[in-house]
């Protein structure tokens, strides 16, 4: 193990003489409490390096011990379920998996594994067998059934492996012989460098969609599983309300949810919630498909740069497992601004507003380790960056977002105008956009053509018309905005009949589909059938509308209807499985609408 005394150091970076060889990326113990570090930079016989812990009280003089590998955490089933900080270190004092022996409200220094759990073990090999890196050599009965792995890189014959029973998660269950004669010992997690991406066989063309149980994402802004997608918006727009949500209701099969440089009452809350909820998937509770990484804003900001990494190696760890997986990031912004605070102290030449030249890069990086996979196992998984961003005054031109756009293909801009509206979720439809939308057209289209056909519905209208009725629906808005600042000049009466209805039905939209009640147990979260009838349903209205308009009738009058109230609030009012309900909220838009425009049209005048 290499030595070195500390020279100098300024908060989270200190300087030190090196007495062994240190390599760029090593991870050090500095001080008397083994304070956690990682060396940035090596000139001559001096290093540089950034301590993920507070350094107060450190001093010229004191010791510097190299670990000989690089930053790395320890990946296995005991994750599931844990709170951790931003170095993987256990929080909390239950019998998940966290630290049961905290005493004390603040986190000890220097670096702690979490206490060894039991898991029941079933091997899956024999004794001579051939096991390739990746390969699953026993299963393991925690939360959910989860693979033993061969760590990527490691590949021989096994020599013994322990039989079916309960286990600590860190005794030796293989013992494998690589080719060279050496025997490694197998337990059910294994470490990983954190700045290392996991590997896989291969990367995989993703066709299926992250359905979130939000409207106005699964249907207009929809990502792909495996995909990445970025939620900006400034202070007080909604962007850990809708993380939460997310969390509550997506499809992944793991959730990761990390609190980067978050406020403590926030994360306080958070946790409290999550605690309770209840899967509704499996019934049982959500906590078990869960890992929380909480690094929270009163917590040393070098942290943060480490708790990003950590978070998205334990989404690889359970993509390697073939689940999919989301992790959740609020927010990118306060993890730049710790690349920012550590790069000040290196003395690095800053680019724009203050951050580090390098800020795109390692956006990239965090970014580019989103992908659906085949596993070197040969399972099918994937990893979801979903990336929450807090601008500056709600400035999407400043450098975090303006970098995030070019890597992620999802952008769910918040605006401050709708959440001061009470408008949920407060997701701009023009600022927003989706390149996975073409992607997952044909997964949309058949759940569309296994839906019954409404009965006003054209031949045209039914079956695969998923693409035709998103791009009319985000055409609808676009004109409603333009029509919105004529109408700011000329007044909304002197618009013509057809331009007042366009209004008029950008309004249901908004408040038929965009809007979306987190306090109705119906409309809380919205499954893609009733999505695909609901749209079905605004389609039918748009065509009805339109026509009884043609007809003679005047936008008011359409208005005026009692049927606009119950589709206004069909999203509350109609539970999920139940076709029926908007096959009649159909039937009754037709005999209104029709019967409306039959009679304006016999006094209307001749166009």
């Known amino acids: 193990m290499s030595r070195a005394t500390i020279t100098s150091i300024s908060g989270p970076v200190l300087h030190a003489r090196c007495a062994g060889a240190f390599a760029v990326g090593e991870a050090l113990f500095v001080g008397a409490a083994g304070l956690l570090g990682e060396v940035v930079r090596l000139h001559d016989d001096f290093l540089v390096a950034q301590v993920y812990e507070d350094t107060t009280g450190l001093k010229p003089g004191d010791g510097v011990d190299g670990s000989g590998a690089p ?272 790069s000040g102290r290196l003395g690095e030449l800053p680019g724009e507003g203050g951050y580090p030249a390098y800020l795109g890069s390692r956006l990239a990086e965090f970014y580019e380790r989103a992908a659906k996979v085949e596993t070197l196992a040969g399972e099918t998984g994937s990893v979801t960056l979903l990336g929450a961003i807090s601008p500056q005054a709600g400035d999407f031109s400043e450098p975090v977002t303006a970098h995030t756009t070019r890597y992620v293909r999802s952008f769910w801009a918040l605006d401050a105008k709708r959440a001061q509206a009470r408008f949920y979720p407060a997701i701009h439809p023009l600022q927003s956009y989706s390149e996975d939308a073409l992607a997952v057209a044909g997964w949309w289209g058949e759940v569309h053509a296994a839906l019954p056909a409404l009965a006003v519905e054209t031949t045209e209208a039914a079956g695969n018309d998923w693409e035709r009725l998103r791009r009319r629906v985000l055409s609808l808005l676009d004109e409603e905005a333009r029509l919105e600042r004529m109408a700011r000049i000329v007044g909304k009466d002197a618009l013509q009949p057809r331009q007042r209805l366009t209004l008029l039905c950008a309004e249901v939209v908004g408040e038929a589909f965009l809007r979306q009640s987190a306090f109705s147990e119906n409309d809380r979260v919205c499954g893609p059938q009733r999505q695909a009838l609901m749209l079905r349903t605004l389609g039918a209205f748009l065509d009805l509308a339109e026509a009884a308009v043609a007809r003679g009738a005047t936008p008011e009058a359409i208005a005026a209807l009692p049927v606009l109230r119950r589709l206004q609030r069909m999203g509350e009012d109609i539970r999920e499985g139940d076709p029926a309900a908007f096959a009649a909220l159909a039937a009754a838009l037709q005999a209104q609408l029709g019967g409306l425009a039959a009679t304006e049209g016999e006094h209307a005048p001749a166009p």
């Open 71 to 342: 930053l790395s955490v320890r990946l296995g089933p005991a994750l599931l379920g844990g709170i951790f900080d931003g170095l993987l270190r256990p929080l909390g004092g239950d019998d998940s998996g966290a630290d049961a022996g905290l005493a004390s409200p603040f986190i000890a220094p220097g670096q702690r594994a979490a206490p060894a759990r039991r898991f029941a073990f079933t091997p899956a090999v024999a004794a001579g067998q051939r096991l390739a890196g990746g390969a699953a050599f026993g299963f393991v009965a925690a939360a959910r059934r989860l693979c033993c792995l061969v760590p990527p890189g490691l590949a021989g014959e096994v020599v013994d492996i322990a039989a079916a029973g309960d286990y600590p998660d860190d005794a030796p269950l293989c013992r494998l012989r690589d080719a060279g004669g050496t025997v490694h010992a197998l337990a059910m997690g294994q470490q990983w460098p954190v700045r290392q991406p996991r590997p896989v066989a291969r990367r995989l063309p993703t066709d299926a969609p992250l359905l979130t149980g939000q409207r106005v994402l699964d249907t207009l802004f929809p990502v792909a599983l495996g995909g990445k997608a970025a939620i900006p918006g400034g202070f007080g727009t909604g962007k850990t309300v809708l993380l939460e949500a997310l969390v509550k209701a997506c499809s992944a099969d793991i959730i990761v949810y990390l609190g980067c440089g978050e406020r403590g009452n926030e994360m306080a809350g958070a946790l409290e919630e999550m605690a309770a909820l209840v899967d509704p998937k499996s019934g049982r509770p959500m906590a078990e498909r869960t890992v929380i990484v909480a690094n929270t804003s009163n917590m040393p900001v070098a942290a943060r740069e480490a708790s990003i990494y950590c978070a998205v190696t334990i989404a690889e760890y359970f993509r390697d497992q073939g689940l999919d997986v989301a992790l959740m990031a609020d927010s990118t912004s306060r993890w730049a601004e710790a690349l920012r605070e550590v």
